[in-house]
């Protein structure tokens, strides 16, 4: 069993599991070399054979407990009938969304354009050791619908919660296909599933119930009914985490930066702890790294603890101190 399944099944602590989100991205110079090549992000995505070489590309650099696959979360409205494109120094831009459109999907038809995602599963687990995890992940209904609806911002975030009513109809649909994509995600090889809920700082306290916890709550449903260890995410909630892991109960919490480990670890019970350290932290000098590090790892020392940082690694990042802190967590 990968260490990773250790802490999030067995609850163990005395064993060590690293990984990193967005370990597979632009601070390594051979992601950035393939990037290159492959100017149409989406595509990128899709080319199982360069995915699945790219989420490697860690793995073979670090000692790393588990591989994520290369995809994005924007693949579901993409494949739903939402071009999606990835502009530089702007970020993605989904098209406009069309609600006819959107509920003639199918079932069949999103798992045959999603194929090249689970081919590329399929290919790393073959290359990747038995005792690591590889990792497959969907975005939450919630932060998808910022990307498919509007603007991430409090006010364009307004104009589509007027409408409740559409709203929780998309979110319905959304999670069919979340679940389907999760589960041939795990049947082409995965072995535990993180949800993101990126956005979900977003919402007003009144909204988040049946915005962000309950929808999260359907997927984690799902999840363990399957027997999928499930990892979640609910970025920027605040004190919030609280009620979040009451109510949805995941496997695992990845804790944001923006939250006081010491809070977290009196307070997020009957859940292993994942993450939290700032991935600024890594541009900074190594002490500095090292001590913030030690925090963390002296915090969640008698429980079952997965390291990880609060968001994901910035393409500013220096891959050297990345192995530095690897090393460092490894023998701490
Ligand atoms: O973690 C990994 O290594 C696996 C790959 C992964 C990517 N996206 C690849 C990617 C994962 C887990 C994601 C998830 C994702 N995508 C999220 C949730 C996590 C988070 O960051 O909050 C979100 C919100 C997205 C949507 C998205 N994709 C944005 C906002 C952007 C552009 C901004 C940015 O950070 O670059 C992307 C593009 C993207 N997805 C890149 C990578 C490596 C960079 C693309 C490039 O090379 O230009």
């Known amino acids: 069993m990968s260490t990773l399944k250790k802490i999030l099944l067995e609850k163990q602590i005395d064993c060590k599991s690293i990984w990193f989100m967005r370990q597979a991205g632009r ?18 995505c899709f080319d199982s054979n360069l995915s699945s070489e790219i989420s490697l590309q860690p793995i073979n650099r670090f000692d790393l407990d588990s591989a994520i696959i290369f995809s994005d979360i924007l693949l579901v409205p993409y494949v739903l009938g939402q071009d999606v494109k ?3 120094d702007v970020g993605p831009i989904v098209n406009k969304f069309e609600l006819d459109k959107f509920l003639s999907n199918d079932i069949e038809e999103f798992s045959r354009k999603m194929d090249p995602v689970y081919r590329a599963i399929e290919k790393t687990r073959k290359k990747l050791n038995k ?10 209904p919630w ?10 911002n ?15 109809l998309i979110i319905k649909d959304l999670i069919k296909y979340l679940c389907l994509h999760i589960k041939n995600q795990i049947n082409s090889g995965s072995d535990v599933v993180q ?7 977003l919402l007003d ?53 923006e939250i006081d480990p010491k809070w977290a670890r009196e307070n997020l019970k009957n859940v292993v702890l994942q993450g939290g350290m700032h991935p600024q932290f890594l541009l900074k000098s190594e002490e500095k790294i090292y001590t913030e590090a ?4 002296d915090i969640f020392k008698d429980v079952p603890y997965i390291f990880n940082l609060g968001h994901g690694l910035v393409p500013e990042t220096n891959p050297e101190k990345l192995k530095k802190l690897i090393e460092f967590v490894r023998q701490y």
Not at 225 to 233: L, Q
């Open 27 to 44: 601070y390594l110079p051979e992601f950035r070399k393939i990037r290159s090549q492959n100017k149409n992000f989406i595509k990128l």
């Open 86 to 88: 990835f502009v530089k």
């Open 131 to 140: 005792n690591k995890s590889l990792i497959s992940f969907i975005g939450a």
């Open 143 to 152: 932060t998808l619908l910022t990307y498919m609806l509007g603007k991430k």
């Open 154 to 168: 409090k006010d364009g975030k307004k104009d589509f919660l007027k409408d409740k009513k559409k709203t929780n």
């Open 195 to 201: 949800i993101f809920d990126s956005w979900a700082g």
């Open 205 to 257: 306290k009144n909204d988040l119930h049946e915005f962000c916890f309950k929808p999260n709550y359907e997927i984690v449903k799902f999840c363990k009914k399957n027997k999928i260890p499930v990892i979640c995410f609910p970025r920027g909630i605040g004190s919030e985490y609280l009620n979040f892991n009451k109510e949805v109960q995941p496997d695992a919490l990845n804790i944001d930066y």
């Open 294 to 297: 030690k925090k963390y790892l």
